[in-house]
């Protein structure tokens, strides 16, 4: 089956650099998405690595190692209004429209 | 503005009253979705349709129904609802299923 494995919270500090993983398992293997959820609020795409390496947009990262089945989310000079919930996905097995989501990782950006 | 709307964005009902939740999208995406979220589980996908007249379960379909007869609409039905179904739900529309644009929830509470 699919699978994916996030910490469920992680706190840093106001300017700060933190790093959200995810390790997934899937059968045939289409992409990595990332989502940022604010409290009460609707998930709002941020990121998709299709390929190896490293996707870059604004202050935030998304890397994706494919052979170690493995990504994560990096986040640069965080400010308070980055606490908020952050999902990785990935399409279910098969090329159909099956989205599986990961737990969410809840960050705290402390003062 | 490119959205996706939903109605209601609150709902009470009782065991066993009928209930549809519309789902709307003005950005002419093929791919629209539901998901139920519920506290610690993440975001479940309960149906998602790749074209009109095309839908096919998520992970939790159990107790749904959803149509697609138009492109921009995909409402989301509860036949029976029971209050295992008591939960956020969001519609998501996209034109690739990893970049999903979320509708705002409907918080829907079954007595």
């Known amino acids: 089956g699919q699978s994916l494995e996030q910490p469920s919270e992680v706190t840093a500090v106001e300017g700060a650099i933190v790093q959200i993983n995810c390790t997934y398992q899937t059968s045939g293997f289409y992409g990595l998405s990332w989502y940022q959820q604010h409290d009460g609020g609707a998930p709002t795409f941020l990121s998709y690595?299709?390929?190896?390496g490293l996707e870059e947009t604004g202050r935030f990262s998304s890397f994706l190692s494919r052979s170690d089945s493995y990504g994560y989310l990096l986040l640069q000079e965080l400010q308070m209004k980055d606490s908020a919930s952050y999902f990785c996905?990935?399409?279910?097995?098969?090329?159909?429209?099956?989205?599986?989501f990961g737990q969410g990782t809840t960050l705290q950006v402390k003062p | 503005e490119a959205q996706v709307t939903q109605n209601p964005r609150y709902l009470i009902t009782v065991t066993g009253k009928k209930l549809t939740v519309t789902c709307s999208q003005n950005?002419?995406?093929?791919?629209m979705s539901w998901y139920r979220q519920d506290p610690g589980l993440g975001l479940r996908q309960i149906y998602y349709?790749?074209?009109?007249?095309?839908?096919d379960k998520g992970d939790v379909p159990e107790g749904y129904k959803v149509s697609r007869k138009e492109k921009r609409n995909f409402p989301l039905i509860l036949e029976s609802p029971s209050p295992n179904q008591t939960s956020l739900y969001f519609c998501a529309s996209s034109f690739r299923k990893e970049t999903q644009y979320f509708g705002p929830g409907t918080r829907l509470l079954v007595l």
């Open positions: 950005m002419n995406h093929e791919y």
């Open positions: 690595n299709a390929l190896d």
């Open positions: 349709s790749m074209n009109v007249e095309v839908t």
């Open positions: 996905a990935v399409r279910g097995s098969g090329n159909t429209g099956k989205l599986i």
